[in-house]
């Protein structure tokens, strides 16, 4: 009666335990699984930063081209009115008349756009104007989602492994039980069971803290 | 020697019960793995559509910003200068006009959507920006929105079983609880506890089997198809519907309920006028559980074009029953019963749509706002169908036209025609009196106009004032440098009116750039003159085709003509 006494005894301390690290590999997957929905806040976050940033520095963009496409037309048009064969009258005229055009050409191209997006070839390019502003933006905030929403798939892979890992306790916790209440000899199998699923459980928590 | 084998029952009893306990933990664990699983798998649903949508919007929004300046910039400075290239051809300045054209050629030059792939000057009359915006943006707009759709379908259907296995792990907890109360109790009723903890963990492990059928059956995002489907998105946005149909039937075998897929389909058959194939879509569309505003309003005006009006009454009713405020609907269904022979429920809808305009531009002006656009034009969207009407009864289709055959139509054909006119008038005077004075038109009396006539100013004194006019024979004009505008003759008779509001419909659309409010005092006289057109510039003449004048004395219909610009 006493041999027996004393193993309900260990089996109950056991069952304590087994049942405080149930209760651990849950603490860890529900962490887990909060630490993932707050980097997928964060890559939303990021999302709609990147969003704005980009949306922003697209009209700036395409305002300045357009400006630019202005810059060209009066540029153009000055360059037109040159006429080698045309008479001395016709030339005084036209030279006004081109004066006009690259006056304006000159406002445009002095406060409408920046001019060093001008390609060699004559044209604007928008692209590095673009890359260039976004470069900027990322200096002074997080726009990049995808290392975040990695992050938060992680952690639910860990806090899923971890929630299997509370099923491995809590077969060890029904073997532990059964372990005490059985009075043959089979209770040490049981017991054993346990114990074994319990170390299992314990690497399980391990594996999923630190490897996951 | 009683107590003993009560004791020993006791005990089996607590055994018994502390097993199941266990059992129950070990059920418990079970159910909270596949909650977790399945709570991951909507979190992430959802992440990802969330993701998709702030992709589309950045996508649809970057995509107008850049078209903007193509359309708005680049093609508009292009234009511009066309158009001094032709005024200068037209002025014989030939030097002038070799300059614009090297102009035109540097500015093409800046935009894509000028170059060869999307626009040939020589070939090509007008630019069709279609294919430039379906491979800018919307394209992948498209996929990035059905994407979101999808995800969020899948993010709903998996929380919804995560939220089922929650409610599963509260009652095995309660099962838990009467377990172990029953040990506590003695004699028959802690039985009772068991067998009810037993029924409830037996119910969840019923509902934890359903779970995972769900789980295993859950909505897949179907990418080929999504893809498919944007491809014929952008088809069907450049007018290639027979290509689009190909995308669109290939995302349906890909997803055989595919919804937005059967709706894009049955579009696609609508513009190629195959309104039986557009109906079996639509209606396959609605079967796979789109039931909203779009599907319900195509689906009834296409059974109206072909003549089954109760269908068309159906499908326009399921929205109307619920949201009055759908006027374009609510305009299909009165022509629906006007269609069927049945003027009492047309007249009654025709009221209804009378007064919701005049609601939502009163409610609209109360609180300091617009009314919305689209008032405006489903309104003279809805004169136009009846007009449309009319042409059908009166055997004088026109291209444009879009309503039953005359052998569809039930009823007096020409009660019908009455009928029509009469509330096309009526629609026509709502329009202009709630869109210049807010209110619906008065019951005053239109001032008295005689018809119409359409000619030429052949003289006018030194104050400018018109001294001679020739009306043009059956009000026909030949297409060419000769018809930049037409002038119309107009006589009232009785008291003069005080505001006059012209509209000009080209080939069944107004052309809103003809549009003229007059306040002028016009008491001096009886007879007057409108010139529409471009004689004030020597760019543009009348396009060709049919022109239908409005006269609108007071907000009231006064007086409607035609004239035609004709190909000589």
Known sequence: MQNNDRFKSIMAVIVAVVTVLGAMAACLATVAMSDAADADFAGIDAAIRAQKAEIVNEVNAYEHYRAFTEYTRYLELGNMFYDPNADKKTSVANGTLQRKAWGVASGIIGVFFKPRYITLDGKYDVQRELAEEWADDSKSAD?????????????????????????????????????????????????????LLGFAGVIGILLGRFLI | MSEQPESKSEERFERMVTVLIASVAVWVAITVYFQNYASNLSDQARRRAQESSIAATKKEVVGAIQYSYHWQSAYQIWSEIDWQKVAAEQAGDTATADRYAKLKEKIAALSEMLGSKYFDPAADKFINPGKYEADLYLVEATRLTEVYAAEAELGNVTNNIADALVVQITLLTVSLSLYGLSMALKGGV???FVIIGTGIVGVCALWLGKSLIDILARPEVNHSAINAYAEGTGLAYQGKYDEAIVKFNEAIVQKTNYKMAYSKLGDAYYNKDDLAAAIANYEAARKAGLDDVNINWNLGWSYYLTGQYSQAIEADERILSHDASVLGMRMNEAIAYLAAGDLTNAQRQYDLLNQEAERQVDEAHQRKLEPPASLWYYMDA???????????????????????????????????????????TRIKETVVALEYSGKLPTAQNAVKVQPFKFGKITGKNAEGLITGFEATPDAVFFYGTDTKSVTVEFTYDGAPPKQLVWKVYLNGVENQSLRAVSNDDISSGSTWYKTFGYGFTDTFILSSGEYVVELYADLKLAQIGKFYVKEK
């Open chain 1, 143 to 195: 726009l990049n989602p995808p290392p975040h929403f990695t992050e938060s798939d992680q952690l639910r892979k860990r806090s899923s492994f971890l929630t299997a890992d509370m099923i491995v306790f809590a077969l060890s916790f029904w073997f532990l039980t059964l372990a005490q209440t059985t009075e043959k000899g089979i209770k040490y199998l049981w017991a054993t069971l346990g114990v």
């Open chain 2, 190 to 192: 802690r039985w009772l």
């Open chain 2, 382 to 424: 809805g004169a136009i169908d009846l007009q449309n009407l009319i042409d059908q009864l009166d055997q004088d289709p026109k291209e444009w036209t879009q309503a039953p055959k005359p052998d569809l139509l039930a009823g007096d054909h020409a009660v019908i025609r009455k009928f029509a006119d009469k509330q096309m």
